[in-house]
C-alpha cells in the first residue's frame, strides 16, 4: 500500500508539472503524523517573534503544508522586507535581523495542482498565475547589478516541525549578508532592503537540525556604513 501511495504521490506531481514563465509553483510539506508534541522540548530560539511561516493558522497536516506552501510562493512573489543592524562590542548591543514578508496570497488566489503523502510527509503543490503587476516587480529584481545569490542556514530539531520556519530565518540573514559582503568595502552599521526568493527552499534534517538552502536576490535600499 505504501509503494502504490507513492507512486500515485510522483504520478500526480509529475502528470501536474504544468508551469511555465507564465506561473508560478511552490509546494509545501508537514508530517501526517508529528514526532514531537508540544511542550516536549524547551521553545525555540525565536519564540518572543511570530514565525515567518504561520503554521498555526492551518488545521491538521493538510492545512498547515497549505500554509508553508503559501509562505513560500507570498516569498516568490512578493518578498520579504528586512532591517539589519550588526551586533558590537565595544557599544554592548546585539545583532538584530528584522525581516517580515512584504505581502501574502491567499489560498483563493492558487490552484491545488497536486498532493499526496510519501513517507508519512504530506505535499500539497500550488500554482499561482503571474499578473502584469506581478511581472513588473519581479523584473525590477531580474538586472545586471542585482545577482542570484544561494545561502543555507540551520535551526534546532527540537522544536519540531515547525523548526523549519527559524532555518528560514537564519537562512534569509546570510543571504542579506553575502550580499553585502559583495556590495560593500566597510562594515556596516544597518542595512534595509527587500529579498525575493526564486523558488522552492530545500529543507533536510541531519545531526538533530533542520537545514534550509534557499536561492533569492537582495535589494538594498537603505546603507549606513562607518565610512
Same mark, same amino acid.
Given at each position: 500500500?505504501?509503494?502504490?501511495?507513492?507512486?500515485?504521490?510522483?504520478?500526480?506531481?509529475?502528470?501536474?508539472?504544468?508551469? @511555465?514563465?507564465?506561473?508560478?509553483?511552490?509546494?509545501?510539506?508537514?508530517?501526517?503524523?508529528?514526532? =514531537?508534541?508540544?511542550?516536549?522540548?524547551?521553545?525555540?530560539?525565536?519564540?518572543?517573534?511570530?514565525?515567518?511561516?504561520?503554521?498555526? +493558522?492551518?488545521?491538521?497536516?493538510?492545512? %498547515?503544508a497549505l500554509q508553508e506552501a503559501l509562505h513560500l510562493l507570498s516569498a +516568490?512573489?512578493?518578498?520579504?522586507?528586512?532591517?539589519y543592524k550588526p551586533g558590537s562590542t565595544l557599544m554592548k548591543t546585539e545583532?538584530?535581523?528584522?525581516?517580515?514578508?512584504?505581502? %501574502?496570497?491567499?489560498?483563493?488566489?492558487?490552484?491545488?495542482?497536486?498532493?499526496?503523502?510519501?513517507?508519512?510527509?504530506?505535499?500539497?503543490?500550488?500554482?499561482? @498565475?503571474?499578473?502584469?503587476?506581478v511581472r513588473r516587480w519581479q523584473t525590477a529584481f531580474h538586472t545586471n547589478?542585482?545577482?542570484? =545569490?544561494?545561502?543555507?542556514?540551520?535551526?534546532?530539531?527540537?522544536? @519540531?516541525?515547525?523548526?523549519?520556519?527559524?532555518?528560514?530565518?537564519?537562512?534569509?540573514?546570510?543571504?542579506?549578508?553575502?550580499?553585502? %559582503?559583495?556590495?560593500?568595502?566597510?562594515?556596516?552599521? =544597518?542595512?534595509?532592503?527587500?529579498?525575493?526568493? %526564486?523558488?522552492?527552499?530545500?529543507?533536510?534534517? @541531519?545531526?538533530?537540525?533542520?537545514?534550509?538552502?534557499?536561492?533569492?536576490?537582495?535589494?538594498?535600499?537603505?546603507?549606513?556604513?562607518?565610512?
Amino acid at each position: 500500500m505504501k509503494k502504490t501511495v507513492g507512486m500515485i504521490f510522483v504520478f500526480l506531481f509529475l502528470s501536474t508539472a504544468l508551469a @511555465g514563465e507564465e506561473s508560478i509553483v511552490i509546494w509545501g510539506d508537514y508530517p501526517v503524523v508529528e514526532e =514531537l508534541g508540544k511542550g516536549s522540548f524547551e521553545p525555540a530560539i525565536r519564540s518572543e517573534a511570530a514565525p515567518l511561516i504561520p503554521y498555526g +493558522n492551518g488545521n491538521e497536516y493538510r492545512g %498547515k503544508a497549505l500554509q508553508e506552501a503559501l509562505h513560500l510562493l507570498s516569498a +516568490n512573489v512578493y518578498g520579504y522586507t528586512f532591517l539589519y543592524k550588526p551586533g558590537s562590542t565595544l557599544m554592548k548591543t546585539e545583532e538584530t535581523f528584522e525581516v517580515e514578508i512584504r505581502g %501574502k496570497i491567499g489560498p483563493d488566489n492558487v490552484t491545488i495542482i497536486g498532493e499526496g503523502v510519501e513517507d508519512n510527509i504530506y505535499r500539497v503543490k500550488i500554482q499561482f @498565475g503571474i499578473t502584469p503587476s506581478v511581472r513588473r516587480w519581479q523584473t525590477a529584481f531580474h538586472t545586471n547589478t542585482l545577482r542570484l =545569490l544561494e545561502s543555507e542556514g540551520t535551526s534546532d530539531f527540537y522544536s @519540531g516541525w515547525e523548526g523549519r520556519s527559524d532555518a528560514l530565518y537564519e537562512t534569509l540573514r546570510n543571504l542579506v549578508l553575502i550580499a553585502a %559582503k559583495l556590495r560593500l568595502s566597510s562594515r556596516p552599521l =544597518l542595512l534595509k532592503g527587500d529579498i525575493l526568493l %526564486k523558488g522552492n527552499p530545500e529543507f533536510s534534517v @541531519g545531526a538533530g537540525r533542520h537545514y534550509c538552502r534557499l536561492s533569492g536576490y537582495v535589494n538594498f535600499v537603505e546603507i549606513l556604513t562607518y565610512h
